[in-house]
Structure formats: structure tokens, C-alpha cells
């Protein structure tokens, strides 16, 4: 299927764009865009919109979230109302890192390397759909894929404002596209495990410990063994883990706690375990553990499992075909950490993920990305896309018929 003359000229464009390319990737390190940091991220996204404002896409902004963050949502302009392959692309300005730390650690590169905060996870993401993009564009092949790019600044808090938005693009969408980095090993990700908080309350009666003890009910207690239940409900077998990471309460030596609070992070691998857990954790924090206490726990955030999909194994088919003339494998692999892809893979809309470069660190001081992969990742993609603006995706052969595009292809 692979036209090796087609691949050569997405490697070549990607390679004489790449110090363009490097230079973005240094701006956006360089801006802060912590979580949570609305000032810092939307400087960030303001730099990606530039970009895809040059690209040719018709750009809505909107603040969503608390804080505020913005969410660009931007579509290309297509061709004609033929059918056309529609295809989700999804990226995250936001980092973990808090502001400052692009002055004390900034973006640095040596002979293979690049460095600093979201230089990988993701802002090299970014750099390589936008790559791509340009890619696809130059070469005339982008006008005949209906792609719309989103691109949010809530990610590492959840997405909890852009979900909806996520959602609402990727109903809409053949495919979904998620440049997060990929693996150290090089692999793309097709299954991340799922992911629920929850914020877990425990009120109970204070007393005097000296004076009239009987008369209190510890809070503490109660929560304290709530804290072994939920922990007891972490099964290897099952992919599941549940982990209390925070827990706080009382205020002083000799008084019994009226109150106690615990955050809970579950790790899910399948849709059953993912309701059946849930309904485990509300009956825990509900049980009159300790008399005279009451317990609730309430779901703060929450990404479903991305699993598996037999579609995406015929695009690896083409990846692998591309990747080969990179020298490269493709491999898939599953991963515990969460993305957006998360939310686009549970409505069934086939989703790769681990698009971005391949580096190392991501989330630490030590995130670097390997420079050749910016390059190789961004032809590669724009390959895959190539073929499949002429052929379509390869499971709408397989009996699944594309869907036509809205009259005048203007959306
Ligand atoms: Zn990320």
C-alpha cells in the first residue's frame, strides 16, 4: 500500500522545517502553563492558535473550566462535500509543573536531546500534529481529510471543563488522534486504564477525651477503616488499584475528630470493573463504620478506560508500513496513565494515542524528548494520513461505509 516516493517527501518537508519547528517547541517550554495557571496557559494556547491560524483553520476560543482555561476547537477547509475521512486531533497546552520552573530549568538541546518542563508531555506532542499538519497541507493532501483539532488547558486537572467539548468533536469523528508522547520504548499507546477520584468525608461528634469521651465519635476511626476497605479492593488480577494519596482531619491531641477527609485515586482497566468499583467505594464511604459518624464520598473527576480496538489494529497495519521506511517499528502497548483519549475511546471511537515524540522522564525534572523523533513521528503520521485521504480508513472497506460531509464542507 506504502508509496515510499510520498513517504520521502513528508520526511523531507518535516526535515527542512525541522530548526521552525524546534524554535516553536522552545516557546511553548519556555511559557509556563502549569495546571491551573490560566494566565500561563493561555499563553500557550495563544502560541498554538497562531499556528493554526497559518495553517489555514477557522478557530473558535472558549474559556471553559474553573479556573478558567481556553479551549480551541479548529477545523481545516475541505476540498468538496465528497466523503472524506473525519478525524479528531487531540492536544493539551497545560503541564504539571508550576510556574517558575521554565526560568529555573529552561528549554535546552544538545546533539539528540531537548529538554524542560512539557518539553515530551506535551507540547513536543503539539509540535508534531502541527508538523504534520503543515506536512499534509504542503503536499495538498489536507484539504481531502475533515480534521479538527482541540486543543485544551485542563488536561492535567482532569478536563474536567473541555470533556463535553471532547466528546461532542469526537462523536462527529471516524477516528481520534492523541499526541501525547509516546512510550520510552517508542510504542504508541491503544489502551490507557481508566481513572476516578474521589473525595471522601467522614463527620463525626467531638468530645473532650479526658472529660467525656463516650459522649464522641471518631471520625478518624471511621475513616480510618474506610481506608483499609478501599484498599482491600485493589486486585492485580483485575488491573484494578485503589490508593488513598491524601487524608487529613481532627484538630487537636484531646479532642475526638469530628470530622476526617481522604482523596482516592482508582486505576481501572475495563468498563465492568470501572461501575463495579464505583458502587464498592460509595457503599464504604457510606457504612456506619464507627456509631454516631456518617460517611459520603463524592466523584471529582473521572476518565473511563480506553480499550482495545479492533480498528485501530488495521490503521497499525499502516503505521507499521510508514514507521518501517523510518526504520522504525510500531508497535502498541497499554499504559496506566490517563489522557483524553481516554474519553474519545469510550464512546467507541477508535482512538491512537502516544502520537508525539518519544522520550523519556515525562511528569519529572528529567523530560526530555529524542529530536529525531519529532521528525520521524510528524512523517509518519502525515504519511498514514496521506493514504488514508485516498483510500479511506482501512475498516470502511471492511463493509463500514465513511460518512458523507455537510453540504459546502464549511462547518
Ligand atoms: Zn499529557
Redesign the pocket.
Known amino acids: 500500500v506504502t508509496n515510499r516516493g510520498a513517504i520521502d517527501l513528508y520526511r523531507s518537508h518535516c526535515r527542512a522545517r525541522q530548526p521552525y519547528w524546534l524554535q516553536l517547541l522552545e516557546r511553548l517550554v519556555n511559557q509556563d502553563s502549569g495546571a491551573g495557571d490560566s494566565p500561563g496557559i493561555s499563553e500557550a494556547a495563544e502560541l498554538v492558535r497562531l499556528e493554526l491560524v497559518k495553517l489555514g483553520f477557522d478557530i473558535t476560543s472558549m474559556p471553559v473550566g474553573e479556573p478558567e482555561t481556553p479551549l480551541l476547537i479548529a477545523r481545516n477547509k475541505v476540498a468538496s462535500s465528497a466523503v472524506v475521512p473525519r478525524i479528531a486531533m487531540l492536544g493539551?497546552v497545560d503541564?504539571v509543573f508550576p510556574r517558575g520552573t521554565a526560568t529555573e530549568r529552561p528549554f535546552k538541546l544538545d546533539a539528540d536531546c531537548a529538554y524542560g518542563p512539557g518539553v515530551a508531555?506535551?507540547k513536543g506532542?503539539i509540535v508534531v500534529m502541527l508538523g504534520m499538519l503543515d506536512a499534509l497541507r504542503e503536499s495538498g493532501v489536507l484539504e481531502a481529510l475533515m480534521v479538527t483539532v482541540v486543543i485544551n488547558g485542563d488536561?492535567?486537572s482532569g478536563s474536567v471543563g473541555s470533556r463535553s467539548s471532547i466528546e461532542g468533536v469526537a462523536r462527529q469523528s471516524d477516528l481520534s488522534l492523541v499526541f501525547?508522547?509516546g512510550r520510552p520504548d517508542g510504542s504508541f499507546v491503544v489502551e490507557r486504564r481508566g481513572l476516578q477520584r474521589y473525595r471522601l468525608e467522614v463527620k463525626g461528634r467531638a468530645a473532650h477525651t479526658g472529660v467525656d469521651p463516650q459522649r464522641g465519635a471518631s471520625a478518624i476511626d471511621a475513616l480510618s477503616r474506610k481506608v483499609l476497605a478501599l484498599h482491600e479492593l485493589t486486585d492485580p488480577s483485575r488491573n484494578l488499584t485503589v490508593s488513598v494519596g491524601v487524608m487529613r482531619g481532627g484538630s487537636r491531641p484531646n479532642v475526638i475528630a469530628d470530622h476526617a477527609v481522604a482523596e482516592v485515586d482508582v486505576r481501572v482497566a475495563d468498563m465492568d470493573t470501572y461501575t463495579w468499583v464505583s458502587e464498592a467505594i460509595i457503599e464504604i464511604a457510606g457504612r456506619e463504620d464507627v456509631p454516631g459518624t456518617t460517611g459520603s464520598a463524592a466523584l471529582y473527576a473521572e476518565r473511563p478506560p480506553m480499550s482495545r480496538d479492533d480498528r485501530i489494529e488495521s490503521l497499525g497495519g499502516l503505521y507499521g508500513d510508514c514507521a518501517v521506511a523510518f526504520g522504525e517499528e510500531f508497535r502498541m502497548t497499554a499504559t496506566g496513565?490517563g489522557?483524553d483519549g481516554n474519553f474519545t475511546g469510550a464512546l467507541g471511537i477508535p482512538t491512537l494515542d502516544g502520537l508525539g515524540p518519544v522520550g523519556d522522564g515525562?511528569h519529572s525534572s528529567r523530560e526530555f524528548v529524542r529530536i529525531e523523533t519529532l521528525e520521524s513521528r510528524m512523517a509518519i503520521s502525515a504519511a498514514v494520513m496521506g493514504i488514508v485521504s485516498e483510500t479511506g480508513l482501512p475498516w470502511t472497506e471492511a463493509g463500514i461505509q465513511p460518512r458523507q460531509a455537510p453540504a459546502g464542507a464549511e462547518r
Do not use: I, K
Open positions: 493539551h503541564t508531555d506535551m506532542g488536561e492535567e501525547e508522547p496513565g489522557s515525562y
